[in-house]
């Protein structure tokens, strides 16, 4: 009994590029789809939004991890989308699990993928 629970981890992991984009893929993509504006803004937008205030991924990370945990209009960095889609809700996610998306997002190009 063993081994068939670790047999579907075990693929899970490999297929993932790491726990950032399991996370991203299994919670995030929800609302924020790669390049598309549906429910909320596109994660290439988001991206970009904190790029031009955060080049630095330590300070992308920090912020955006941060923000993800208590979301507030007040430190938004993106208040027409807030307009747009109204403010996003708390998600009850950890810092450490917010940290990894935001450094999977950080590390990724979400224009060049289907």
């Known amino acids: ?19 950032g984009e399991l996370y991203f893929s299994g919670n995030c993509v929800t609302c924020h789809f790669k390049t598309e504006k549906k429910s909320a803004p596109s994660i290439q937008e988001v991206k970009e939004n904190y790029l031009n205030a955060f080049p630095k991924e330590e300070d992308f990370v920090d912020y955006m991890a941060t923000w993800v945990l208590k ?28 940290r990894e998306i935001a450094k999977y997002i950080y590390r990724t190009d979400f224009s060049k993928q289907p």
């Open 1 to 19: 009994m063993k081994k068939l629970f670790l047999i579907p981890f075990c693929f899970i992991n490999l297929y993932a590029y790491n726990l």
């Open 71 to 98: 979301p507030k209009k007040e430190t938004s960095l993106m208040h027409y989308s807030i307009e747009e889609f109204e403010l996003m809700p708390e998600l009850g996610y950890d810092e450490y699990t917010l």
